[in-house]
């Protein structure tokens, strides 16, 4: 399995062949869904769920499919009969040959005043974590490679220092970090890698990491 990073909070995995694309939103690039045999998406807000960038995915491959919560797939349903499918914590599935595990609900305290939607992270061959917009720890599994949310307005560094630690993947790769400035990440760096004993480190978008 190969992971190519794209922009923002959107991952590409690639194995035998086949393509799984995670939350193209409007940060990612404009075709970061094409090419897909399977999408996932973790939750609604825009930097995650593109409704544009999933129908180009959908549209260019007819046999490519999404798997996603509630609030996306009744956006989606009515377009792509068949091709939409809901799913929530504890469910499993395979997806264009990949293995698939839903762990969380909800999305992370923005600000109390501000109701939380639902949010699910998947966890891909039992070894890649996308948690999207939450600090979800997969129970029972151990991570080998957590894609991290490392700057958001939903959390602090502190907080993602903890994560990684309670997560304890052999590598931890970042996601949601088009708002942090260059100069800001060494910063990041510096802290998250004294902090824990995990292999962190963040790709460039188009960047892969090679075999996983």
Same mark, same amino acid.
């Given at each position: 399995?190969?992971?190519?990073?794209?922009?923002?909070?959107?991952?590409?995995?690639?194995?035998?062949?086949?393509?799984?694309?995670? $939350?193209?939103?409007?940060?990612?690039?404009?075709?970061?869904?094409?090419?897909?045999?399977?999408?996932?998406? #973790?939750?609604?807000?825009?930097?995650?769920?593109?409704?544009?960038?999933?129908?180009?995915?959908?549209?260019?491959?007819?046999?490519?499919?999404?798997?996603?919560?509630?609030?996306?797939?009744?956006?989606?349903?009515?377009?792509? /009969?068949?091709?939409?499918?809901?799913?929530?914590?504890? $469910?499993?599935?395979?997806?264009?040959?990949?293995?698939?595990?839903?762990?969380?609900?909800?999305?992370?305290?923005?600000? /109390?005043?501000?109701?939380?939607? #639902?949010?699910?992270?998947?966890?891909?061959?039992?070894?890649?974590?996308?948690?999207?917009?939450?600090?979800?720890?997969?129970?029972?599994?151990?991570?080998?490679?957590?894609?991290?949310?490392?700057?958001?307005?939903?959390?602090?560094?502190?907080?993602?220092?903890?994560?990684?630690?309670?997560?304890? /993947?052999?590598?931890?790769?970042?996601?949601?970090?088009?708002?942090?400035?260059?100069?800001?990440? /060494?910063?990041?760096?510096?802290?998250?890698?004294?902090?824990? #004993?995990?292999?962190?480190?963040?790709?460039?978008?188009?960047?892969?990491?090679?075999?996983?």
């Amino acid at each position: 399995m190969e992971l190519t990073k794209k922009t923002h909070s959107c991952v590409r995995l690639e194995k035998d062949g086949r393509v799984l694309v995670i $939350d193209p939103g409007v940060f990612s690039e404009e075709d970061a869904a094409v090419g897909a045999d399977a999408l996932l998406v #973790t939750h609604e807000h825009a930097d995650h769920f593109d409704e544009g960038r999933l129908r180009a995915g959908l549209e260019a491959n007819p046999a490519a499919e999404i798997w996603t919560l509630a609030a996306v797939a009744d956006q989606l349903s009515a377009a792509f /009969p068949g091709r939409v499918h809901t799913v929530g914590e504890g $469910d499993t599935f395979t997806a264009a040959g990949f293995d698939i595990e839903v762990h969380g609900q909800l999305h992370a305290v923005i600000h /109390p005043d501000i109701p939380r939607i #639902t949010n699910v992270g998947y966890l891909i061959d039992g070894t890649v974590f996308h948690p999207g917009d939450a600090l979800t720890v997969p129970e029972g599994r151990q991570v080998d490679t957590l894609l991290l949310p490392v700057h958001a307005p939903w959390n602090k560094v502190s907080e993602v220092i903890d994560y990684v630690r309670a997560v304890a /993947p052999r590598r931890a790769v970042d996601i949601h970090d088009s708002l942090l400035r260059d100069h800001a990440r /060494p910063i990041y760096d510096g802290l998250i890698g004294n902090l824990t #004993t995990t292999d962190h480190g963040r790709l460039a978008p188009g960047t892969a990491t090679g075999p996983l």
